[in-house]
């Protein structure tokens, strides 16, 4: 198994650009989870999805940020328009229980700086 | 809110010698509690979990032991070698999520 793989692994962009951050999940888990990783804040969860459906979303910082899941294999996190602060790893996790009890599978992230 | 904090924040063991990490966590209603390893520029793969009907768990050189009634729970790593070197986190099911530790870094020294 190729494991969750996410796209691109670095993304450099101005201040005011729109960001799409990528994840393909492990085949056959059906919960997708997208996380940030700053120093300040350590490893925060954005949103989960469940059977391609958003679950809890309360971790979505602002109306800059929105995520979708249009199938079983691909979901997309993207920030419009991106701000200094937006910079962090961005890590997507996928489990085969729909649920937060159970191991979590993590992507190798997406660094984004935002100039 | 509900929040897991994790001690030390930094580790340096000297190879061969023994690695604790302790987390407590708030919500006395957590049920599952797993370890994360993450290298340096990668993502966290889980190394060892635990939950909350069991109060240890071994594999290996790696154990994770739970006390609910303290709501704290630890990471012992035993005959540490090199390749142990990263950054472990732990985290809490609480409210409705995975909340992590803020994470420990651990050197192992040859």
């Known amino acids: 198994d190729a494991g969750v793989i996410q796209s691109p692994r670095h993304e450099v962009t101005e201040m005011g650009q729109e960001v799409t951050l990528r994840c393909k999940p492990i085949?056959?888990?059906?919960?997708l989870f997208w996380y940030r990783q700053t120093m300040m804040r350590g490893l925060e969860l954005l949103i989960y999805?469940?059977?391609?459906?958003?679950?809890?979303d309360s971790g979505m910082p602002e109306d800059r940020f929105s995520a979708k899941m249009p199938n079983a294999s691909f979901s997309t996190l993207k920030i419009q328009p991106s701000e200094p602060r937006d910079s962090a790893v961005y890590f997507c996790?996928?489990?085969?229980?729909?649920?937060?009890?159970?191991?979590?599978?993590f992507g190798n992230g997406t660094r984004l700086t935002v100039t | 809110g509900e929040n897991v904090e994790q001690h030390p924040s930094t580790l340096s063991v000297q190879e061969g010698d023994s690695a604790v990490i302790k987390c407590t966590y708030s919500d006395s209603a957590s049920n599952y509690f797993p370890w994360y390893k993450q290298e340096l520029g990668k993502g966290p793969q889980l190394i060892i979990d635990i939950r909350s009907n069991v109060g240890e768990k071994k594999d290996q050189r790696i154990a994770v032991t739970l006390n609910k009634t303290a709501k704290h729970f630890s990471l012992h790593i035993t005959e540490t070698q090199p390749e142990d070197s990263a950054v472990y986190f732990c985290a809490a099911s609480t409210g409705g999520k995975l909340i992590f530790g803020q994470g420990t870094e651990l050197s192992v020294k040859p």
């Open positions: 996790a996928s489990s085969p229980v729909g649920n937060y009890n159970s191991p979590l599978h």
């Open positions: 999805f469940n059977n391609n459906v958003p679950i809890d």
């Open positions: 085949s056959g888990h059906n919960s």
